[in-house]
């Protein structure tokens, strides 16, 4: 069965470092998110790409956070500088155009500690 | 703004008994509602769909509700099984977004033997 894959699955870095993380989605699924999880809340969306176009990035921090989808197939997602706050998980989710778009296949997340 | 309320308690109950979780929304009358289970550590996985004009859905001993009028989903869980403990997500699609959804905090089930 076909899944997100995610690199990598944990990540320690110190504050003010640069970090990136990688996602595959599913192979033909046009829509990317990424979404960061703090312990003990749901997925908060940062980030949604239709192929290689930027759909919403409302609650992605710009001064810090880039993403980006070159030939609309994998993602990167990069913080720099990491802060402290940054701390959470980070999942890739993906899924397919028309009407049975919606439902969401997330990959395994990278779990992010900034010290 | 847009709310979405789960039971941030945990949910405790005994094998083969039924499991009961509530999503409730506030602001908001979404076209659909998407319930998720998320195991520690891992990404949340899909269960079920459940759309505005469905009042009931079904998926082996899955079921949700959906009342548009009380604006709020119930799911079940019938003769739960340990292996069915983990946090249970509600998801809802944002007004104006493609696919964009708002997800509740969880809600965590444990089943005991």
């Known amino acids: 069965e076909a899944e997100v894959a995610q690199s990598p699955r944990y990540k320690i870095t110190e504050k003010s470092q640069a970090v990136a993380f990688w996602c595959d989605p599913i192979s033909g699924h046009a829509t990317l998110y990424w979404y960061r999880q703090i312990l003990g809340q749901g997925p908060e969306l940062l980030v949604q790409f239709q192929d290689e176009s930027v759909v919403d990035d409302s609650q992605l921090p710009k001064d810090r956070f880039s993403a980006e989808r070159l030939k609309g197939v994998d993602s990167t997602l990069k913080i720099q500088p990491a802060e402290l706050g940054d701390s959470a998980m980070y999942l890739c989710?993906?899924?397919?155009?028309?009407?049975?778009?919606?439902?969401?296949?997330f990959g395994p997340g990278t779990r992010l500690t900034v010290t | 703004s847009q709310k979405i309320e789960q039971n941030s308690e945990a949910l405790n109950i005994q094998e083969g008994k039924t499991a009961t979780l509530t999503c409730n929304y506030t602001?908001?009358?979404?076209?659909?509602l998407q319930w998720y289970r998320q195991d520690p550590g891992r990404g949340p996985v899909f269960l079920l769909l459940?759309?505005?004009?469905?009042k009931e859905k079904r998926k082996e001993r899955l079921k949700v509700t959906f009342d548009t009028t009380l604006k709020q989903s119930l799911f079940h869980i019938t003769a739960s099984q340990p292996a069915d403990s983990a946090t249970y997500l509600c998801a809802l699609p944002l007004s104006g977004g493609y696919n964009k959804l708002i997800f509740g905090a969880g809600t965590r089930l444990a089943v005991h033997p």
């Open positions: 459940i759309r505005e004009n469905e």
């Open positions: 602001n908001y009358s979404p076209a659909y």
């Open positions: 989710a993906s899924s397919s155009t028309g009407t049975a778009s919606y439902e969401q296949y």
